[in-house]
């Protein structure tokens, strides 16, 4: 079964950046949207940010200003551009591709760690 591959996670100190990569590692048909979702221990998996195959995005409050969602349709392949990053960012990211009138309508990567210390 296709998989999503991250990348791009680690280790930074606060007020600083990562970037975040994610791919499919096979072809996805009829992909209405792909994002990210963060897991803190302890915490719900939370949505980060989700752009559609026409360009819309949204974003979580907690992140407005700070992280930028872009993606390249002709790979399929979404980033996470996460700028003046703080402790509370801390969690496994994960990327997600959905497709409402497919099966499976959800596929997820395996998630990545960022760590931000303060």
Not at 12 to 41: F, H, K, N
Not at 89 to 103: E, G, L, Q, S
């Amino acid at each position: 079964q296709v998989q999503l591959v991250e990348s791009g996670g680690g280790l930074v100190q606060a007020g600083e950046s990562l970037r975040l990569s994610c791919a499919p590692s096979g072809t996805i048909a009829s992909i209405e949207s792909m994002g990210w979702y963060r897991q803190a221990p302890g915490k719900q998996r939370e949505l980060v940010a989700r752009i559609f195959s026409g360009g819309g995005t949204n974003y979580a409050d907690s992140v407005k200003g700070r992280f930028t969602i872009s993606r390249d349709n002709t790979k399929n392949t979404v980033y996470l551009q996460m700028n003046s990053l703080t402790p509370e960012d801390t969690a496994v990211y994960y990327c997600n591709a959905h497709r409402p009138f497919r099966i499976p309508r959800d596929f997820w990567g395996q998630g990545t760690q960022v760590t931000v210390s303060s």
